[in-house]
C-alpha cells in the first residue's frame, strides 16, 4: 500500500485569503484524486489531478477556486482561494494503488476559514 | 447525476451483528468499496466487490447484486473500537474516481 503524507495537517484562516495543501506519495502514482469533506457530511470529489496537463474538475468545483498542480508521479498541491467560511471542510488526497482498484487516502487537512 | 444512499445512523450492541445498505443508481459501474473512517481520521479501505456475490474477510464480509444496484456491509461480533462511520463508494466505469455515498455512523453500546 501506498503511504500518503499532506502538510498541513490543519490551519485556520483568514477569510479572503488563500492555502496551498501539499500531498506527498512514497511511491509512484498514476491516478491522484482530491476530495472535500465537509463538517458531518461523506467525501465529495473535488477534482483529478493530471500528471503534466491541467486537473479534471467535477461539477461545482472550478480551477481558480481550487488551483490543483501535479508536477511529477508522487506530488500534487491544492490550493483553496479567496476563502469563505463555507470552504471549512477536510481536504484529503487520495491515490490508485498497483492493485485493481486499490485507492488509499491520505490524513487530511483540516481547515478552518474564520 | 449519481444517487448513493446509506442510512444516517446505526446502534447496535457488542457481540451483536449489523448489516449496513447501500443503494445505487450511477451512470456507470466498475465496482464498489466499503471504507471505515473514525472521527478525525482519513478513510480506512475495508472491502472492494465488483462481480455478484459475498466477499468474506474475517469480521467483515461485503455483498453486491448488481442488477438491484444494492450492497450490505455485515459485521459480525461487533467490539467498542467499530463504532466508526462506514462509507460505500461506487468506482465509476473506466474511471478510478470514488462517488461516496452519504455514510453511516455506527455507535456501538457495551
Same mark, same amino acid.
Given at each position: ?12 484562516? @483568514?477569510?479572503?485569503? /488563500?492555502?496551498?495543501? *501539499?500531498? @506527498?506519495?512514497? /511511491? ?8 472535500? *469533506?465537509?463538517?458531518?457530511? #461523506? ?15 467535477? /461539477? ?15 506530488? /500534487?498541491?491544492?490550493?483553496? #482561494? ?5 470552504? #471549512? ?13 486499490? *485507492? ?11 | ?63 453486491? +447484486? ?16 467499530? +463504532? ?27
Amino acid at each position: 500500500s501506498a503511504v500518503i503524507s499532506q502538510k498541513p495537517s490543519r490551519d485556520i484562516c @483568514q477569510r479572503g485569503t /488563500s492555502l496551498t495543501i *501539499q500531498c @506527498q506519495v512514497d /511511491s509512484q502514482v498514476t491516478m491522484m484524486f482530491w476530495y472535500r *469533506q465537509q463538517p458531518g457530511q #461523506s467525501l465529495t470529489l473535488i477534482a483529478t489531478a493530471n500528471q503534466g496537463s491541467e486537473a479534471t474538475y467535477e /461539477s461545482g468545483f472550478v480551477i481558480d477556486k481550487f488551483p490543483i498542480s501535479r508536477p511529477n508521479l508522487t506530488f /500534487s498541491t491544492l490550493t483553496v #482561494s479567496n476563502m469563505s467560511p463555507e470552504d #471549512s471542510s477536510i481536504y484529503l488526497c487520495s491515490v490508485v494503488g498497483t492493485g485493481i482498484h486499490e *485507492q488509499y487516502f491520505g490524513p487530511g487537512t483540516r481547515l478552518t476559514v474564520t | 447525476g449519481q444517487n448513493i444512499d446509506q442510512p444516517t445512523e446505526m446502534t447496535a450492541t457488542e457481540g451483536a451483528i449489523v448489516q449496513i445498505n447501500c443503494t445505487y443508481q450511477t451512470s456507470g459501474f466498475n465496482g464498489l468499496f466499503w471504507y471505515q473512517q473514525h472521527a478525525g481520521e482519513a478513510p480506512t479501505f475495508l472491502s472492494y466487490n465488483v462481480l455478484d456475490g459475498l466477499e468474506e474477510k474475517g469480521r467483515f464480509s461485503s455483498f453486491l +447484486s448488481r442488477s438491484k444496484g444494492y450492497s450490505y456491509l455485515l459485521l459480525k461480533e461487533l467490539q467498542m473500537k467499530d +463504532s466508526a462511520s462506514y462509507l460505500c463508494a461506487v468506482v465509476l466505469t473506466n474511471t478510478d474516481k470514488l462517488i461516496f455515498g452519504t455514510g453511516t455512523r455506527l455507535q456501538v453500546f457495551p
